[in-house]
């Protein structure tokens, strides 16, 4: 089988729990759900109406603010970026709208609107996102054909820590999650698309496109 995230043929069965079968890549160290077992879009839309993501709320602005602020600081005024993955309540983008960006929504359940999809932007985010990533070297690439150069793609996502806490980690538990990734695997996806790659604080990436 090969890697979704590097497409590498370097994949072994990694650990059974419950019914859900886990494997892992040796070159980027991703960790991800079968293929067979990845959930349908009606079961990721009935996981998703169960989240309370209320863009009003102050603790979820904090918690978005985990990726937003060290992002700002790399963006020049008036930057087009592009909100990848959404959500049905796009709080982030509030956030960036409200620094003095223009930001555009893309989600493929709550705002899936292809004409986002053919512009070319000074940065994106995926703000939990790309743990729900069915084949995620397809995605990292298309990301990479929206950003102009000197774009940056800053991503959030809980990285896997120690593989003996793997299953009973609650980011594992939600059935929507079916990629796990490392550090190490961002730098790899990073070495593959030739972006520069910084870990500003836990569970947040920055890459940028070379200018």
Same mark, same amino acid.
């Given at each position: 089988?090969?890697?979704?995230?590097?497409?590498?043929?370097?994949?072994?069965?990694?650990?059974?729990?419950?019914?859900?079968?886990?494997?892992?890549?040796?070159?980027?160290?991703?960790t991800?759900l079968?293929?067979?077992?990845?959930?349908?879009?009606?079961?990721?839309?009935?996981e998703?109406?169960?989240?309370?993501?209320?863009p009003?709320?102050?603790?979820?602005?904090?918690?978005?603010?985990?990726?937003?602020?060290?992002?700002?600081?790399?963006?020049?005024?008036?930057?087009?970026? &592009? +909100?990848y993955?959404?959500? #049905? *309540?796009?709080? /982030?983008?509030?956030m960036?709208?409200e620094?003095?960006?223009?930001? =555009?929504?893309?989600?493929?359940?709550?705002?899936?609107?292809?004409?986002?999809?053919?512009?070319?932007?000074?940065?994106?985010?995926?703000?939990e996102?790309?743990?729900?990533?069915?084949?995620?070297?397809?995605?990292?690439?298309? &990301? +990479?054909?929206?950003?102009? #150069? *000197?774009?940056? /793609?800053?991503?959030?996502?809980?990285?896997?820590?120690?593989?003996? =806490?793997?299953?009973?980690?609650?980011?594992?538990?939600?059935?929507?999650?079916?990629?796990?990734?490392?550090?190490?695997?961002?730098?790899?996806?990073?070495?593959?698309?030739?972006?520069?790659?910084?870990?500003?604080?836990?569970?947040?990436?920055?890459?940028?496109? #070379? *200018?």
């Open positions: 089988m090969h890697c979704p995230v590097c497409e590498a043929d370097a994949t072994r069965p990694f650990q059974r729990i419950d019914t859900r079968n886990y494997w892992r890549c040796e070159a980027c160290d991703a991800f079968d293929p067979a077992q990845r959930p349908d879009h009606a079961a990721e839309r009935a998703y109406d169960l989240h309370q993501n209320d009003r709320d102050s603790g979820y602005r904090a918690f978005l603010a985990r990726l937003a602020t060290p992002l700002l600081e790399r963006l020049p005024p008036g930057a087009h970026g &592009l +909100d993955g959404c959500g #049905p *309540g796009p709080a /982030l983008a509030g960036l709208r620094a003095g960006h223009a930001v =555009a929504l893309y989600d493929p359940l709550f705002f899936n609107d292809p004409e986002v999809l053919g512009g070319a932007y000074d940065f994106i985010t995926c703000t996102v790309a743990e729900h990533f069915h084949h995620p070297a397809e995605e990292f690439a298309r &990301l +990479d054909q929206l950003l102009r #150069p *000197g774009g940056w /793609l800053g991503i959030m996502t809980g990285f896997q820590t120690r593989d003996e =806490a793997f299953a009973q980690w609650h980011y594992r538990r939600d059935p929507t999650h079916v990629v796990f990734y490392r550090a190490s695997t961002f730098e790899v996806i990073a070495r593959r698309h030739a972006w520069q790659c910084e870990i500003p604080r836990a569970n947040v990436v920055l890459m940028r496109k #070379p *200018g």
